[in-house]
Structures are given as structure tokens and as C-alpha cells.
């Protein structure tokens, strides 16, 4: 699992399938079925990461998660990731919150203001998944780009 979470990193994005793929025959292993889908979503395979996100909300152990995961699927169908990507913000903010998942929706939409807004949150709750955001993928462009100083509390690189 490791290795996989490495290579996503370094943004190997074909290795860190392969390696991930080989690890998630268990659909209870939630971390490494997460880490596929982040690695579908940042490698910009959308219909996998979309798969693999309502995968992951069927098995979920929460039967609100399970009641919902048709309605990401839906709304994919509807309106591709645009609307696939709202539908996940609702999520994060009103029904399975957290900041960071939040922060990284809106960094995969362009939205940067309302990433670092979501960052920012993250921190001041002591979100746990604020140690992944320096070498997320996901977060490159708020890392690199001239807002990463407004984001208190956050390594620059």
C-alpha cells in the first residue's frame, strides 16, 4: 500500500494503478479502494474514478453512504464530472464532512479560493488528512500558484 500511495505521489499514475489494482481485490480495504479512486481522478480517467467512488459508498459500512451512491453515478450520467464534482461537495459539506476530501474537490474544479477556504477549515478541525495535502496531486497548482502564501499553517512545496 505504501509503495502504491508513493507512486501516486511522485504522479507514476499508470504504476500506482497497477500497484494499487493488485492490493484492492478486498472491497473492505477502504484506504487502498480511496487511493484508487484518487488515482482514476488525477490521472483524469473520470468514468473509473466515478466507478470506484460509488464502489466504495455501496460497501460502505454507513447506510447513508449506501443510499446515496446512485445519485453520484446519476448525476455522472447527467452531467459528467462537473456535475458528478457538486454533487461530491454536497457530500463532504453536509453528510460525510470533511475539510480536506472538500478542499481537494474544489482544487480538482479550478475552484482555488474555495479550496484554500476548505484547507483552512481543515486545519483549525485538525482534519487528519491535512498531512497528505504537500505531496497530493490533487493540490499542485495551490502549492506551486501565487495564493500559497494566504494558506496559514500549510507547507509551501
Not at 36 to 43: D, E, F, G, T
Not at 52 to 74: G, I, M, T, W
Not at 127 to 153: C, L, N
Amino acid at each position: 500500500m505504501d509503495r502504491c500511495q508513493i507512486l501516486y505521489y511522485a504522479e507514476k499514475f499508470d504504476s500506482a494503478t497497477e500497484c494499487a489494482t493488485d492490493i484492492v481485490a478486498d472491497p473492505e480495504n477502504t484506504t487502498a479502494n480511496e487511493l484508487l479512486y484518487q488515482i482514476y481522478s488525477s490521472a483524469g480517467l473520470h468514468e473509473k474514478a466515478v466507478e470506484k467512488f460509488v464502489e466504495n459508498l455501496s460497501n460502505s459500512k454507513s447506510e447513508v453512504h449506501r443510499s446515496l451512491a446512485d445519485r453520484f453515478r446519476q448525476a455522472y450520467a447527467a452531467g459528467g464530472i462537473p456535475m458528478f464534482r457538486q454533487k461530491q461537495i454536497e457530500f463532504y459539506r453536509d453528510v460525510d464532512v470533511s475539510h480536506y476530501k472538500l478542499a481537494r474537490v474544489f482544487a480538482e474544479t479550478g475552484d482555488v479560493p474555495s479550496a484554500i477556504a476548505a484547507l483552512g477549515d481543515a486545519i483549525k478541525t485538525r482534519d487528519f488528512d491535512v498531512v497528505y495535502y504537500a505531496p497530493d496531486p490533487a493540490f499542485h497548482a495551490i502549492r506551486t500558484g501565487a495564493r500559497r502564501s494566504s494558506i496559514e499553517g500549510l507547507p509551501l512545496k
